[in-house]
C-alpha cells in the first residue's frame, strides 16, 4: 500500500513537472499582437506594404512581405502577430522609391510623415525611440567619414595629404565604434543592440570583439530567435577547423540527402544561386573537377535561391549532374549561418572525416589548385 502511494505521488510529480515545463516553454513561444496605423501625406490611395527586412540573414535575393493594404486618402493600417521584434520598412514602390525604416514591435504603433521624405517619417514606441537614438550616431558619423573616403581617393598618391586623410578617417571610425560600444552597455535589453551586434559581422569586427558585446546583452535578448542566429554566427566561426554540424536536404527529385553520405570522401560544397552571375562563371570549374576524380570526390551545390522553379531550370540549363540541393531559405539555411556566409559564390571543401580544410573565403588559391595539393592522379 505504501509503495502504491509512492508510486501515485512520484506519478504526480512527474506529471506537474510536464505541465510547469510545457507551460514555461509555450510562453518563451508565445506571440504578441501588434498594430499600426500610419498617415503619410500626399500618399492618397496607394498599395503600401509592411516588408521584413530579414536583418540577421545576409544572403536574400529579395526581402519578405509580411502584409500589404491599400491607403485610403493616406491613411493605413495593419495588424498581426509576432513572436520577437523585427527590422521591417514601409514601402510604397508605385510612387516612390524611398522607404521607412523602424522596428515591428508589439503594442500599437503610429507612423506619420509625408511622400516626399518617407524615410524620415515618425514612429513611435520605445524600441523605435531607441533606434532613433542609434540611428543619431550614423547621422553624425557617416557624412563626415564618407567625405574623407573620397578625399583618400582623391589624394591617394600625394604621400603627406593621403597620410592625414588616414588619420582622420580611422579616428572618426574609432569614435562611431566607440560610441555604438557606449549605446550597447547602455541598452543591454534593446533589439537594437542585437541589430548592431549583428551588423559587426558584415563589418569584418574581431571575434572576440563581437563576443565581448555580446555577453552585454540581457540573457532574454541573447536567447531570442535572432539572438540565436548570432550565436549560432559566433559558434560556427570557432568551429571551422572542426567539424561542421550535420545536415540534410531534398534534391531536385525529392530525396533526401543527408551530410551522412558524405563521409569517408572529400568533398566539395558549391554555395551558389542561379540569380549570381559570378555563381554561374564557377560551375565549369566543378564540372571539370567532377569530371577530373569521378567518384573518388563528393560535390554538392547548395542554392540559396528562394524561388525553387528558378533553381530547377537552372540546374536543368546548366548540367548540374551532381548532389544539389535548395530549401527555399537562401540566407536562413542552418548551414549558411554556421559557416557566417555574407556573399555567393562561397566553396569550401571537407575531407572524409568531416574536417574544413578549404575555404574560398580564406584561402588564396581556387579551389582547383587546392585539389591538386591533396589528390594524388
Known amino acids: ?15 506537474l ?5 510545457c507551460l514555461q516553454v509555450t510562453h518563451g513561444q508565445q506571440v504578441k499582437p501588434y498594430h499600426i496605423q500610419g498617415h503619410i501625406k500626399n500618399l492618397d490611395n496607394n498599395m503600401v506594404y509592411l516588408i521584413d527586412l530579414g536583418a540577421f540573414y545576409f544572403l536574400k535575393e529579395k526581402d519578405l512581405v509580411l502584409d500589404s493594404c491599400m491607403s485610403k486618402n493616406g491613411y493605413f493600417e495593419f495588424k498581426g ?23 515591428l514591435e508589439k ?27 542609434s540611428g543619431e550616431i550614423s547621422r553624425h558619423y557617416v557624412p563626415l567619414i564618407n567625405n574623407l573616403a573620397d578625399s583618400l581617393l582623391k589624394y591617394k598618391d600625394v604621400g603627406n595629404k593621403s597620410n592625414d586623410f588616414r588619420l582622420r578617417y580611422d579616428s572618426l571610425i574609432s569614435s562611431m565604434n566607440y560610441e555604438r560600444e557606449k549605446f550597447i552597455k547602455k541598452n543591454p535589453n534593446a533589439f537594437v543592440s542585437l541589430l548592431l551586434i549583428n551588423e559587426m559581422f558584415l563589418r569584418n569586427f574581431s571575434l572576440n570583439y563581437i563576443r565581448d558585446h555580446f555577453n552585454v546583452l540581457s540573457n532574454t535578448l541573447k536567447s531570442s530567435p535572432s539572438g540565436m542566429i548570432v550565436q549560432k554566427r559566433l559558434l560556427g566561426i570557432n568551429i571551422k577547423k572542426n567539424i561542421l554540424e550535420e545536415f540534410s536536404g531534398t534534391d531536385i527529385n525529392g530525396h533526401i540527402i543527408n551530410s551522412d553520405k558524405y563521409k569517408g570522401k572529400v568533398t566539395i560544397i558549391d ?47 546548366h ?8 530549401d527555399g531559405f537562401a540566407g536562413r539555411n542552418p548551414l549558411v549561418i554556421q559557416l557566417n556566409i555574407k556573399a555567393i559564390p562561397r566553396i569550401i571543401v571537407i575531407n572524409k572525416d568531416g574536417l574544413l580544410i578549404y575555404d574560398s573565403e580564406r584561402n588564396d588559391i581556387e579551389v582547383d589548385e587546392f585539389m591538386e595539393t591533396i589528390m594524388e592522379i
Open 17 to 21: 513537472f510536464l505541465f510547469v515545463f
Open 107 to 133: 503594442g500599437h504603433i503610429s507612423i506619420t510623415g509625408e511622400l516626399t521624405s518617407l524615410y524620415r517619417g515618425k514612429v513611435d514606441g520605445i524600441e523605435n525611440s531607441i533606434f532613433k537614438q
Open 319 to 326: 548540367n548540374i549532374t551532381w548532389d544539389n540541393f535548395c
Open 271 to 317: 554555395f551558389w544561386a542561379s540569380w549570381c552571375l559570378p555563381c554561374i562563371e564557377k560551375l565549369p570549374v566543378l564540372h571539370n573537377l567532377n569530371e577530373k576524380y569521378g567518384d573518388r570526390i563528393n560535390i554538392l551545390s547548395i542554392s540559396l535561391d528562394r524561388n525553387i522553379n528558378s533553381w530547377k531550370k537552372a540546374v536543368e540549363h
Open 81 to 103: 502577430n509576432i513572436s520577437e521584434n523585427k527590422q521591417c520598412a514601409i514601402e510604397v514602390p508605385a510612387v516612390t522609391n524611398q522607404y521607412l525604416v523602424f522596428i
Open 1 to 15: 500500500m505504501i509503495i502504491l502511494l509512492t508510486i501515485q505521488i512520484f506519478m504526480k510529480l512527474i506529471i
